[in-house]
């Protein structure tokens, strides 16, 4: 009987637990994508480029015999054409069962943030659609704005056929 308790009170909590975000820079402003979304890191290398795709869509690589579609998204944004060095990174997501590779300026961190430390996202003019970010997160001198990344890379626009979440 306390076994059903314990069940319902772990749901619960599931609902107050913090929630972990992988942090990245594009241009000036630092990002937050969901952790549990993310496969793995890569340092960024050549894509074998596909005729006729928007400029934000790099191209494709073979991942460990997957073939990966890498999305750019300074470009997407356009927050200005990106330079890619040694801190340029690939951002390995598991998207609706779909591998997909973000390149991102650099990684910064892994922050956990309680629900309470996520405001939400003013109406302003911004590149971003506002219906792909889930809010802002004050941290000391800086601002992390999070990203729904799953909904971003479900959008029509985005040319990727994605399998729809049940």
Do not use: C, W
Not at 98 to 119: A, F, H, N
């Amino acid at each position: 009987m306390s076994n059903g308790n314990t069940t319902h009170t772990d749901s619960a909590d599931n609902n107050q637990s913090p929630l972990e975000f992988l942090s990245f820079t594009l241009g000036k402003e630092e990002y937050g994508i969901d952790i549990q979304r993310v496969q793995e890191l890569r340092g960024y290398e050549a894509v074998t480029r596909i005729a006729n795709a928007p400029d934000f869509m790099k191209g494709v690589m073979n991942l460990r015999g997957v073939i990966v579609p890498i999305i750019d998204l300074r470009m997407k944004f356009e927050l200005g054409n990106a330079v890619y060095d040694d801190f340029t990174v690939v951002v390995i997501l598991n998207i609706a069962g779909q591998t997909i590779g973000i390149v991102v300026d650099s990684v910064s961190d892994v922050i956990t943030l309680e629900r309470s430390q996520i405001k939400p996202t003013p109406e302003i003019g911004s590149n971003i659609d506002a219906s792909f970010l889930i809010g802002l997160a004050p941290l000391d001198e800086r601002m992390l704005i999070l990203m729904d990344i799953e909904k971003l890379m479900s959008a029509e626009d985005m040319g990727l056929q994605l399998a729809q979440s049940m």
